[in-house]
């Protein structure tokens, strides 16, 4: 089993170097399909896992095109998705939310396909935001060029100011009790606020499913990882100016949801490298996911809230 799981690390650097260049323009499709950094990471992150399975199962896996490859089997977890959900949910009525502040405006008035089926908001977003042909859109879409047509046609005879996105219910007691913990390094006081069954992801690149996994010393990604200075094996380019320090812990409010920032020290200021999302049950904590090697997520999120931020890449050094 250690020889496979080896391998398979194996085959995910290799076929995530290749697509590396690709990273950033999947990530701004996936955002201008999802219309949230959140969704928009996670769509990429599932992309590029579906993308390396059905490359392994190709009797032919030449692609002649990697970037529009890559967009269709994101636009097809994203209408399988958008499906499921509204099985789920039904047809529920979006009632109309005022703009909070200008970021807020910004976002609405950018992204105008909010109300679009997912192959028209696909359509939309190929043609307006990366200039694609019809011909293009099509082979993406994995339909014809009259349907491409058609789908354009519908969805800008449909666009509309976009609702903003529901806030998340914060839950701040326990973020400023873990930022607390962090900060001082109270191991003991961390680990109380930690479900026994907590799941710590660093999308793209680790998991670990319970409290004495993340909590190892050796390889936990709480204790090993985080509470440690940035890794010495990451690439010299990502640590220029670093200070040697360890992190520290913020809480923040972004887009109605509490979240972590982790700030490292540099020789021209502190700057966020990292982000915590949280999810609890009974004031502990359920589940974390550090957006570590988001590069692009980062970016966004530290731009809209005016913090300065250094990236570490996408973990494939």
């Excluded at 194996?10 to 323009?25: I, K, T």
């Excluded at 999947?26 to 390396?52: F, M, N």
């Excluded at 010393?217 to 200070?243: K, V």
């Excluded at 812990?249 to 949280?278: N, Q």
Aim: proline letters at 5%; glycine letters at 6%.
């Amino acid at each position: 089993m250690d020889d496979l799981a080896a391998l398979a690390r194996d085959a995910c650097r290799r076929f995530g170097q290749s697509f590396e260049p690709l990273r950033p323009e999947l990530y701004r499709y996936c955002r201008h399909l999802t219309r949230s950094p959140w969704d928009a990471e996670d769509l990429v992150q599932d992309t590029l896992a579906r993308a390396l399975v059905t490359l392994g199962t190709m009797l032919r896996p030449e692609i002649d095109a990697p970037r529009a490859w890559l967009f269709r089997v994101a636009t097809n977890l994203y209408i399988d998705r958008s499906r499921r959900a509204r099985e789920v949910l039904g047809d529920v009525p979006e009632a109309p939310v005022e703009a909070r502040d200008e970021r807020d405006a910004r976002e609405a008035a950018g992204t105008l396909i909010a109300k679009l089926s997912p192959q028209e908001r696909a359509a939309v977003v190929l043609k307006d935001a990366f200039d694609l042909e019809h011909g293009d859109i099509a082979a993406v879409l994995s339909t014809s060029v009259g349907a491409v047509k058609a789908a354009l046609h519908r969805g800008r005879s449909k666009l509309a100011d976009a609702p903003l996105e529901p806030a998340r219910a914060p839950v701040p007691a326990a973020l400023d009790a873990f930022c607390r913990a962090f900060n001082a390094g109270d191991l003991a006081a961390l680990t109380a606020l930690l479900l026994e069954t907590v799941t710590v992801e660093m999308p793209g690149c680790a998991v670990d499913l319970s409290l004495a996994d993340t909590t190892d010393p050796r390889s936990g990604i709480l204790y090993h990882t985080l509470l440690s200075p940035l890794s010495a094996g990451m690439s010299a380019r990502y640590l220029e100016g670093y200070d040697g320090g360890s992190a520290r812990a913020e809480v923040v409010l972004h887009r109605g949801e509490h979240i972590v920032l982790l700030w490292y020290g540099h020789t021209e200021g502190d700057a966020v490298r990292c982000i915590i999302r949280s999810d609890t049950e009974e004031a502990r904590i359920a589940r974390l996911r550090i957006h570590y090697f988001s590069a692009d997520l980062l970016a966004e999120v530290c731009g809209e809230l005016g913090a300065p931020v250094r990236t570490n890449g996408y973990g494939l050094d």
